[in-house]
């Protein structure tokens, strides 16, 4: 007898010391990999920030041994929500500004600047977010008001899409605009032979030359606020599109300094003055940060009237927008792209830009390719252009909230026959069979939750319209999962280290109240993160 226990405590013994140390293991979870097969899993063990094993609870354990074993108890876990077009580090620093969101009226707009110029941190007075497309007359406004209350101080009023401003007179003499100004690419409106104080994409940059930066010590402190509200909505990762040298500068300062844990995929502005210096370095990594490339626009947005369309706008004779530089600016561009590893992501909004943008591509792409160059947003194309993106392998890149903002009033811009092939999701990923989704924070709220929803219902958070908005362009649940995680990693090339949860992979993970994969449909807005890991480390 005596015999037959020291077999089976050697047994166990040697069981015990075969199994690996790790340093976490999450068990008793719904972990859905979202690997190549979708597959579903209980637990999976960490070490050194990377996954180093998926599968049941009963495999895992009897591989792994942890300090620290984490029963979940059947909650569902997710890779970690990675954004794949957004502005972090502008809507970081844009925390200083007066926040004009969800405003209703002018009046109110004008109520708030001047409550926030009590306080103000600056002369300049610089507010962000207002879209007139969300008041009684959604017409622009006008600067007189803002002359009579800040005759003596600058007032500088940002639309919500961030392609059209509103300057008073002390902010237009700053800079220079009067009546005789002309700017290429952008519109300096005139009513009546009076500036309205509106500027329109390239003639906004004419006003905010002049605006100044804040310090770099106070950026790195809205970095660091920013990224705890992105890691309690569930994200990890992020594609930061159009930042300049200075900025790419700054994110590395803020990493070395163990403030930014955030992985971030950074895409410098389209500057002249860069084009040489980072060719010549190329795309590279320096731990959670990676430069890929650069943010071009082409046009500008369609609430401001800025997207550049084949046909006059429904409810704006004789007006199509604009392409802020000469198409040669962008041949160019491309051309230079083509003999690098980097990608060129444009951002084009109307159908024009959208032709022009994807026939220079092909041209210097040619067949197809794994480039993965990307034409940011792709709002709308001719319906004689979806198959260009399959062609030569042009990635879309989406914001699927963009179409249910823009829902209430986009019929107005197009008329019916173009809306059909506007926010065309689902007949975009057919193109190359993968579609990376982000939001374009802040132009559209964070919350990946919103993005998903917005992905497979086409309702916005009052759950209107109930049928849905062009729902024949919906995606599935596992079409927009994949959106939010493995492709938009995919779009970065970061498909072998993020966005599915596989042995080898960061240990970038999330953690919800319930499943968004079977909850009912007016439920999904309901789905709360309750923890968010990122390299395996609780950060939320």
Not at 46 to 68: Q, T
Request: aromatic share 12%; proline share 2%.
């Amino acid at each position: 007898m005596k015999k037959i226990i020291s077999i089976l405590t050697l047994f166990f013994i040697g069981l015990i010391s075969a199994q690996k140390n790790a340093d976490l293991i999450i068990q008793n979870a719904k972990i859905y990999t979202v690997n190549q097969n979708f597959d579903i899993a209980e637990a999976m063990a960490i070490s050194n920030g990377k996954i180093v094993a998926v599968g049941k609870n009963d495999e895992i354990l009897k591989k792994f041994k942890s300090k620290n074993i984490q029963n979940l108890y059947g909650k569902t876990v997710f890779p970690g929500f990675i954004d794949a077009h957004c502005h972090f580090t502008g809507f970081a620093t844009d925390q200083w500004k007066c926040e004009l969101w969800g405003t209703k009226s002018w009046d109110e707009i004008v109520a708030k600047i001047s409550e926030y110029a009590k306080t103000a941190p600056k002369e300049w007075l610089y507010g962000r977010s207002w879209d007139q497309n969300d008041w009684a007359i959604k017409e622009f406004p006008t600067k007189e008001k803002l002359d009579e209350l800040f005759p003596n101080r600058p007032v500088y009023l940002k639309r919500i899409d961030g392609h059209a401003a509103i300057a008073n007179q002390k902010a237009l003499d700053i800079a220079g605009i009067n009546l005789n100004t002309k700017i290429g690419g952008g519109e300096i409106e005139q009513k009546n032979g009076k500036l309205t104080g509106i500027l329109v994409d390239n003639a906004m940059l004419l006003v905010e030359k002049f605006i100044p930066e804040i310090d770099d010590k106070m950026a790195i402190q809205y970095f660091e606020d920013l990224q705890k509200t992105c890691f309690s909505y569930g994200l990890t990762s992020l594609h930061d599109c159009g930042i300049t040298e200075h900025t790419f500068g700054l994110l590395e300062k803020a990493q070395t300094q163990n403030v930014l844990k955030m992985k971030i995929f950074a895409l410098l502005e389209d500057n002249p003055n860069y084009y040489d210096k980072w060719i010549k370095k190329g795309r590279f990594t320096n731990k959670n940060i990676t430069f890929g490339g650069f943010k071009v626009y082409s046009d500008g947005a369609l609430g401001s009237r800025g997207a550049c369309l084949l046909h006059d706008y429904s409810d704006k004779k004789g007006w199509r927008g604009f392409l802020l530089s000469d198409q040669k600016h962008f041949e160019n561009l491309a051309k230079l792209l083509i003999k690098s590893n980097l990608q060129m992501c444009t951002h084009a909004i109307g159908d024009s830009a959208n032709r022009t943008i994807l026939k220079i591509y092909g041209d210097v792409l040619g067949v197809k390719n794994d480039r993965r160059w990307r034409i940011e947003h792709a709002q709308i194309v001719d319906k004689n252009d979806f198959d260009l993106f399959g062609k030569y392998s042009i990635i879309p890149s989406v914001q699927p909230t963009h179409a249910t903002s823009d829902m209430y009033w986009a019929e107005d811009r197009l008329g019916k026959e173009r809306l059909k092939y506007s926010y065309a999701y689902e007949d975009l990923l057919k193109q190359n069979g993968w579609l990376p989704l982000g939001t374009d924070f802040p132009v559209e709220e964070i919350n990946p939750i919103k993005t998903f929803f917005a992905a497979v219902a086409r309702k916005d958070a009052k759950n209107f319209p109930i049928n849905g908005f062009q729902k024949e362009n919906a995606l599935t649940r596992e079409q927009a999962l994949r959106g939010m995680t493995i492709w938009a990693a995919k779009a970065a090339f970061q498909e072998n280290e993020l966005g599915s949860l596989e042995v080898g992979k960061s240990a970038d993970f999330v953690v919800l109240n319930q499943d968004l994969m079977k909850v009912e449909e007016n439920k999904i807005l309901e789905s709360k993160v309750l923890e968010t890991f990122s390299n395996g480390r609780k950060v939320y």
